[in-house]
């Protein structure tokens, strides 16, 4: 069949989830069958967010093929299981860069390069390359970012009018995600913000075909009948999208719905069926755990919490795996010095995620300290990791220079250093190691018993490294380095003896966990701190 397309648009406010929607809404359509993948347009002018700030931007996905993209890529992958790459996320960087290159070039032939048709060409273009040659999707989805009305998608809306208007109708629908208020006050939902948003949308030209409505309330038959007439819609184009505890139960809600149908129905598609009992169970077990943990993550991006926004996920993903619901307790490593005990002491677990940056490290590596000498499961990322071996160089090996030369240039102790293929690299922006890398696996370890395989692949962003100068002096100490790439020496994964699960890794597990697929150091990181907890819980039974 024809690729058949779908846009996802936002109104009202912006952070109303039209990555969760447009994941759910794939992850519906591959459970009918149907090959499926998401792009995201973001409006912002940067090339990509790796620049950007995890305060201001959250995290940065990374996917297989390299590319720094939008924290909403995590939730296309977790959802559909369908790997991501640079064509699934496109800025307005992105596309004046390609049409100025274009230009000087001489690709125009003297043309004066404009909005229109040059800019929403280039978009156009964007969207047909997602779903071409060999990797032809059944379905591609296409989130616009923002909200109707920004001055900076209006290239991004334009360019999808156009679209239309090339594709046959059975080819594309038009999804628009929006907020319907309940006023406690006065015990109404309140339409009018839906109304002036679907207005400014079809000012621009583009009809939405369904309605998703973020409500904190159901929404009845009347405020149904009134976006169905004032919207342009059917009334069974109208989805409720309420607010539920968890994202995944987003899929369940619009399958319930009826959205599967809904989209065949509208695309003059054959009727299928589908046995959705899979997301049920997974919910199910999301919401009735067996017991809790509390993970400390010891970060210093806390004030944003989707700058772990692929941690958290995957600690969901590991708790469904182990019975248990994961509780975060949010650490600020800049606060830790001092507050150890009061702060750690009565924790299952800790992690310390990546970063970059001097700030909050020494707490980073208190942290490490503290769950090395208390016996507590730990997972170091990235520079979690460095932190982890900074210390048992400076504690264990009496470097007590150790360091990164990240956050001390003269170092006489760079037990952490540039990497050799990033030193005479001077632009930041898309240069560091970047996208999927092998590792081999020592066998005997607990990474090579969670994988239960010796080759591995995980996505990596960093620059700095473990310096292998070091190696023999930790390995007599105690340290197993046990994930290695071979072809460039590099060290994957440190562990330690003597300790019932401490694992570091150099690259980035969470980004390829998914739904009904955990990550294995996600899953076995939480299961060691189950066991922990338990412990800890049989020793106060005994004493009471």
């Known amino acids: 069949m024809d690729t058949k397309y779908i846009f996802f648009t936002g109104g009202v406010i912006s952070g109303l989830g039209k990555g969760i929607a447009a994941a759910s809404v794939g992850a519906l359509l591959k459970a009918r069958g149907y090959s499926v993948t998401i792009q995201k347009f973001d409006p912002y002018i940067n090339i990509d967010p790796g620049t950007m700030s995890p305060l201001q931007h959250g995290e940065v996905y990374v996917t297989e093929d390299g590319s720094e993209a939008d924290l909403d890529l995590g939730h296309y992958e977790r959802f559909i299981h369908t790997e991501m790459t640079k064509r699934n996320n496109l800025t307005t960087g992105q596309v004046y860069h390609r049409v100025i290159t274009k230009e ?147 899929p369940l809600m619009f399958h319930k719905s009826g959205v599967s149908e809904l989209i065949q129905d509208k695309l003059g598609l054959p009727e299928t069926t589908d046995d959705f009992s899979d997301w049920k169970e997974y919910v ?79 707490g980073k590596i208190l942290a490490a300290r503290y769950a090395r000498i208390k016996k507590i499961p730990f997972l170091g990322i990235c520079l979690g990791m460095q932190c982890s071996v900074i210390e048992f160089s400076r504690n264990i090996c009496g470097i007590k220079d150790a360091n990164s030369s990240e956050f001390d240039s003269e170092t006489r102790a760079p037990i952490i250093d540039f990497m050799e293929s990033q030193r005479k690299i001077r632009k930041k922006g898309g240069t560091m190691r970047l996208g999927a890398y092998p590792c081999t696996l020592k066998s005997g370890t607990k990474a090579a ?61 969470e980004l390829k966990s998914r739904v009904f697929d955990t990550h294995p150091l996600f899953r076995d990181f939480i299961g060691a701190s189950k066991k922990y907890r338990a412990r800890k819980e049989n020793r106060v039974s005994k004493k009471t």
């Open 284 to 362: 199910r077990k999301i919401k009735h755990p067996k017991g809790k943990i509390t993970i400390a993550l010891c970060g210093k991006y806390n004030k944003l919490v989707d700058s772990y926004k692929s941690i958290l996920e995957a600690f969901v993903h590991a708790g469904v795996d182990n019975s248990v619901k994961v509780d975060v307790k949010w650490v600020d490593t800049e606060e830790l010095a001092g507050n150890e005990k009061e702060m750690l002491g009565n924790v299952d677990g800790i992690l310390i995620p990546p970063g970059f940056g001097k700030r909050g490290v020494e």
């Open 449 to 509: 018993k969670a994988y239960g395989k010796s080759e591995i692949s995980e996505r990596h962003r960093h620059r700095y490294e473990f310096n292998n100068k070091y190696k023999s002096r930790l390995q007599k100490r105690g340290m197993v380095f046990s994930g290695i790439n071979k072809r460039d020496n590099l060290t994957e994964i440190i562990e330690l003896k003597n300790h019932p699960w401490f694992v570091g890794t150099q690259f980035h597990p």
């Open 104 to 250: 000087r070039k001489g690709d125009y032939l003297g043309a004066t390069v404009q909005v229109i048709p040059h800019i929403t060409n280039e978009i156009k273009e964007a969207i047909r390359k997602v779903s071409a040659n060999s990797k032809k999707f059944d379905f591609v989805i296409t989130e616009v970012g923002g909200t109707v009305g920004d001055i900076e998608s209006l290239p991004f809306l334009e360019a999808i009018r156009q679209f239309c208007l090339e594709e046959p109708r059975e080819n594309r629908l038009i999804f628009h995600l929006t907020l319907v208020p309940y006023i406690k006050s006065s015990g109404e939902s309140k339409t009018k913000p839906t109304q002036h948003s679907v207005m400014r949308l079809r000012e621009i030209g583009l009809q939405p075909d369904v309605l998703l409505c973020r409500t904190s309330k159901k929404l009845d038959i009347e405020t149904i009948n009134k976006l169905s007439l004032f919207c342009n819609v059917t009334s069974e184009s109208v989805i409720e999208a309420r607010d539920v505890k968890s994202i995944y139960e987003v």
